[in-house]
């Protein structure tokens, strides 16, 4: 059983940054694919970013493309979301997610294992 536990939220400015972490009680980390999602009030969870196990792999939600990358550090089991050019449509409750799968896994009913989520907030 994999412990994910999301930090780095807050409240931001339009035009700000924020960056989220996400750490992992599990030390093969390294074996997962890794993915962050986000979900605003009143609507469904939706796909962000995601990287392979050894991190030679991303892909990105168009709506985030250019403005946020995602990364890992698996000698420290953690997964990062770099978020520039924050946008008021940015506010949501992110989470991460983990799957033991050499694939880039994009839909969220793959992913085995989920944080409890960060709320992001961008002020306008």
């Known amino acids: 059983q994999v412990q994910l536990v999301e930090s780095g939220g807050g409240l931001v400015q339009a035009g700000g940054s924020l960056r989220l972490s996400c750490a992992a009680s599990?030390?093969?980390?390294?074996?997962?694919?890794m993915g962050w999602f986000r979900q605003a009030p009143g609507k469904d969870r939706e796909f962000v970013a995601a990287?392979?196990?050894?991190?030679?792999?991303?892909s990105y939600a168009d709506s985030v493309k250019g403005r946020f990358t995602i990364s890992r550090d698996n000698a420290v089991n953690t997964i990062y979301l770099q978020m520039n050019s924050l946008k008021p449509e940015d506010t949501a409750v992110y989470y991460c997610a983990a799957d033991r799968s050499y694939a880039i896994l994009t839909t969220s009913g793959d992913y085995d294992y989920w944080g409890q989520g960060t709320q992001v907030t961008v002020s306008s």
């Open positions: 990287i392979s196990w050894r991190g030679v792999s991303s």
């Open positions: 599990d030390s093969t980390l390294s074996w997962y694919t």
